[in-house]
């Protein structure tokens, strides 16, 4: 059989459309499509994919029963391995993963594995979950501070192991970055409370609005709510600002502010939603990473005339996930590299009128690899815009640091973990995802959710 | 959860309810605050704790009816419940002997300035307390603040009821009748604040301030609540609300404040009093 050299492409609503609604962007294949793609599949024996995967999903066994019409027995296997599917299938950046080592994709693009994994999900949450199994109750006690992918995989094996488990969530719905950050257009918030009803029904108890290092510290919560152990998967949730002069303006978001409000707050729908929100005409946004691109794309779905992506390197280093940036583009998203902002400009009542920027040419490798970006002297130029929206990352919230006892973090404020084992300096925490890491992704964060989970059964079977 | 267990109309415009939340009154202290959703896609608002009992589990709030949200509020009654609730948020007010302290409390401000001055006249302050309103009719809350403090003075905007004159001019006779005062602790309007602060720094007098900027998560994770504080950006929900009034950029905060006014005012509109609280108006 000759072999289809492309991916099935993923239908998907039309820019022009798309680009006025928050509405899920990517419509996912139908029955015929995956079958087709998952026949692209070479069924390897050394199986290349399966070392790029973070969680060391059995690639070609899933693929295999997708392109049989098996897509129960497909998504059984997944899930021995990913927890949550129907999002790594829609938010995994797997061409940095999986995809890039797969076979196929030496002389012809890679097999679409994200595009089957998603159906498989899809399926599953359409045609009713599988039952799943939980072990006889321990009565062993953990405590969960952290609703974000880490927080729910680490709940989730625990629960299934028989432990009794509690989530506590700083904010009014459970998920993390899932709820808050990456939007509706990108992740239906409905496919993530799905997994969240999920872990519900395994018996998880899931506490919001409780701010862990507030009503109470995680020294209290084992010396007096009686918990055995606890896992902290609190990300990085504090926003960096450029610190340049007009940074506190009015029309000055930070990427998080921008994305909350209308992701979790919804502020799309104001006024049928509270909670406002101001796009202004033209927006630019700071940065060139995924949040980047969902503030960028949010702007012209809240009504901006033009949306800016301004970044201080070139097109070739942007670190969003490709189909993002295409996306972007496709939508009418305009980019300015190699550029960068030197202050911000604003009139009389202190509201954002215009910024002034820098270009940047590229010099040498820096320690990451990148070539790093330089200056041009004297190459200032202003840009009119209304808002701006910092998007340059995110560090550790030092909440939970800053209450617990004895926990040792970096100097930058991630909490040191063994990666291996999840394991902190203090006795019977774990930790992982964001806050260990530093911003990173969805599937390494709930890789360390299980690996947390899988120390933490050990340490209370012993205990 | 999250249940009213009393309410108490104040004065017009103005309510204290006593709410359910056993989470945050085993830990809440004076000088914190809370962010509640009245209803499912209501927005998240800020109050601060004016009052706590960690046996009965309730937090007490007093809150003005300025917007949206917060007239939806006043309709709740006991027996319904908000939905959600969370805190204690913020750093607690920073509780020593100073020796002796002026505590002032502007319009809705007299609610948390009441378990500050409490908690400074137990731990041996001599308390001077003085509180104002625009009017008589708004004026609440003298009795308990008369308990908390060691002394207390009463001033309306308008003369209707003790004296005539701002806060301000009470405190400026405080300051000059008693000498060597401490500390100053203001909490009211944006514009009182930073009145109070332009006479304390004349009198070098040092004076702490509770900022209300607009919040959303209240856990340091937007920024939306970012105030200048002796030139440096400080998020008023995690490294306050309480600052150094002599280090706070006011101009800057009365600024940011009104962001979404017109926001505001389309959201009362569409409100369109569908709850009869008199929205759209
Ligand atoms: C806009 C955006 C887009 C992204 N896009 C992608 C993408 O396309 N692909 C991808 O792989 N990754 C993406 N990422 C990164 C990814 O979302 C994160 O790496 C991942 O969510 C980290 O998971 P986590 O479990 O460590 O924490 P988070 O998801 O950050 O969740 C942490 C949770 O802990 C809660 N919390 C914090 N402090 C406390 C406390 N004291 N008490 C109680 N709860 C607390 C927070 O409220 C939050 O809900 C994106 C991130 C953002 C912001
Ligand atoms: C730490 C803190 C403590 C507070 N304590 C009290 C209190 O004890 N009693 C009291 O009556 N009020 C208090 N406030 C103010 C209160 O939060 C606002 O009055 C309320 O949010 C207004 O909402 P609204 O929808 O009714 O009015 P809106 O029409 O939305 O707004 C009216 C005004 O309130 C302010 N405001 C609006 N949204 C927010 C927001 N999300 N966060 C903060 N301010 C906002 C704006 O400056 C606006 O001009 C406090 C605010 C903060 C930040
Ligand atoms: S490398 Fe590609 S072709 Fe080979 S098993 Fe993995 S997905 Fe299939
Ligand atoms: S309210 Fe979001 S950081 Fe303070």
């Known amino acids: 059989m000759a072999v289809i050299p492309n991916k099935h492409p993923m239908p998907a609503q039309d820019p022009v459309v798309r680009a006025k609604n928050f509405n899920e962007v990517a419509l996912g294949y139908d029955e015929e499509t995956v079958v087709a793609e998952a026949s692209r599949c070479l069924q390897c024996k050394k199986a290349p994919c399966r070392q790029g995967c973070p969680v060391e999903v059995d690639i070609p066994a899933f693929i295999k029963l997708a392109s049989e019409r098996d897509f129960a027995g497909a998504i059984k296997k997944l899930k021995e391995k990913n927890a949550l599917p129907a999002v790594c299938g829609r938010v995994c950046p797997q061409e940095n993963q999986c995809e890039k080592y797969c076979t196929v994709g030496k002389k012809n693009e890679p097999v679409g594995i994200g595009r089957i994994e998603r159906f498989c999900a899809d399926w599953e949450l359409a045609n009713g979950v599988l039952p799943q199994q939980v072990a006889e109750p321990t009565s062993k006690k953990v405590a969960i501070v952290g609703s974000g992918p880490s927080g729910l995989t680490c709940a989730a094996d625990l629960a299934k192991l028989g432990h009794k488990v509690t989530i506590f969530e700083a904010l009014h719905v459970a998920g993390g970055v899932l709820m808050y950050g990456i939007p509706e257009f990108r992740l239906p918030k409905a496919v993530v409370q799905a997994e969240v009803q999920n872990l519900k029904n395994l018996g998880v108890d899931i506490q919001v609005?409780?701010?862990?290092?507030?009503?109470?510290?995680?020294?209290?919560?084992?010396?007096?709510?009686?918990?055995?152990?606890?896992?902290?998967?609190?990300?990085?949730?504090?926003?960096?600002?450029?610190?340049?002069?007009?940074?506190?303006?009015?029309?000055?978001?930070?990427?998080?502010?921008?994305?909350?409000?209308?992701?979790?707050?919804?502020?799309?729908?104001?006024?049928?939603?509270?909670?406002?929100?101001?796009?202004?005409?033209?927006?630019?946004?700071?940065?060139?990473?995924?949040?980047?691109?969902?503030?960028?794309?949010?702007?012209?779905?809240?009504?901006?005339?033009?949306?800016?992506?301004?970044?201080?390197?070139?097109?070739?280093?942007?670190?969003?996930?490709?189909?993002?940036?295409?996306?972007?583009?496709?939508?009418?998203?305009?980019?300015?590299?190699?550029?960068?902002?030197?202050?911000?400009?604003?009139?009389?009542?202190?509201?954002?009128?215009?910024?002034?920027?820098?270009?940047?040419?590229?010099?040498?490798?820096?320690?990451?690899?990148?070539?790093?970006?330089?200056?041009?002297?004297?190459?200032?130029?202003?840009?009119?815009?209304?808002?701006?929206?910092?998007?340059?990352?995110?560090?550790?919230?030092?909440?939970?640091?800053?209450?617990?006892?004895?926990?040792?973090?970096?100097?930058?404020?991630?909490?040191?973990?063994?990666?291996?084992?999840?394991?902190?300096?203090?006795?019977?925490?774990?930790?992982?995802?964001?806050?260990?890491?530093?911003?990173?992704?969805?599937?390494?964060?709930?890789?360390?959710?299980?690996?947390?989970?899988?120390?933490?059964?050990?340490?209370?079977?012993?205990? | 959860m999250y249940k009213i267990l009393k309410k108490e109309v104040l004065a017009p415009t103005i309510s204290l309810f006593d709410i359910e939340a056993p989470m945050v009154a085993r830990s809440a202290r004076a000088g914190q605050f809370v962010i509640l959703r009245t209803i499912d896609e209501g927005e998240r608002i800020p109050l601060t704790i004016a009052d706590f009992d960690r046996e009965k589990g309730t937090i007490t709030c007093v809150f003005q009816e300025v917007g949206k949200t917060t007239k939806e509020l006043a309709k709740f009654d006991v027996g319904d419940s908000l939905k959600d609730f969370v805190g204690p948020l913020g750093e607690p007010s920073h509780i020593e002997n100073f020796g002796r302290v002026v505590v002032v409390g502007g319009g809705v401000g007299v609610a948390p300035i009441h378990p500050i001055a409490r908690a400074l006249k137990e731990a041996g302050n001599e308390v001077i307390g003085i509180i104002g309103a625009r009017t008589g009719e708004l004026l609440f809350w003298e009795d308990k603040l008369r308990s908390a403090c060691t002394e207390l003075r009463v001033t309306t905007d308008d003369g209707s009821y003790v004296r005539q004159g701002f806060v301000t001019d009470v405190l400026k006779e405080v300051i000059e009748e008693k000498g060597d005062i401490a500390l100053c602790v203001a909490i009211g309007p944006l514009p009182m604040m930073r009145a109070v602060c332009n006479l304390t720094k004349e009198y070098n007098l040092k004076t702490i301030v509770s900022l209300n900027s607009i919040m959303v998560d209240g856990t340091g994770m937007c920024g939306c609540c970012r105030v200048t504080v002796g030139g440096q950006t400080k998020f008023a929900c995690v490294d306050g609300p309480e600052f150094d009034g002599h280090q706070v950029d006011f101009a800057e905060m009365a600024r940011r404040s009104v962001i979404y006014k017109e926001q505001e005012q389309i959201a009362m509109e569409h409100h369109q009093c569908t709850c009869g609280c008199g929205g759209g108006k």
């Open chain 1, 209 to 463: 609005n409780a701010v862990v290092g507030k009503f109470a510290t995680v020294d209290q919560l084992m010396e007096e709510g009686g918990f055995d152990a606890a896992f902290i998967g609190t990300g990085a949730g504090l926003p960096y600002f450029m610190n340049i002069p007009g940074e506190n303006a009015c029309g000055v978001y930070s990427a998080n502010e921008f994305l909350t409000r209308t992701n979790l707050m919804k502020a799309y729908k104001f006024p049928d939603a509270d909670t406002p929100i101001r796009v202004g005409k033209k927006v630019a946004v700071l940065g060139g990473g995924n949040v980047a691109m969902d503030a960028a794309r949010t702007a012209l779905r809240l009504g901006a005339e033009e949306s800016w992506i301004v970044y201080r390197r070139s097109k070739t280093e942007l670190p969003a996930r490709h189909e993002e940036a295409e996306h972007a583009e496709e939508e009418g998203v305009k980019f300015a590299f190699l550029t960068s902002p030197t202050r911000i400009i604003y009139d009389d009542n202190y509201w954002v009128t215009g910024m002034e920027c820098l270009r940047y040419e590229l010099g040498e490798p820096d320690a990451s690899g990148r070539r790093s970006p330089v200056p041009i002297e004297g190459s200032e130029f202003v840009i009119d815009v209304d808002t701006v929206v910092v998007a340059i990352g995110q560090g550790p919230n030092p909440l939970v640091p800053r209450t617990t006892k004895g926990l040792e973090c970096n100097k930058k404020g991630n909490i040191i973990a063994n990666l291996e084992t999840g394991a902190t300096s203090k006795p019977g925490v774990y930790a992982g995802g964001d806050v260990v890491t530093g911003a990173a992704t969805v599937i390494l964060a709930m890789g360390a959710g299980r690996t947390a989970a899988k120390s933490i059964h050990a340490y209370l079977s012993g205990k």
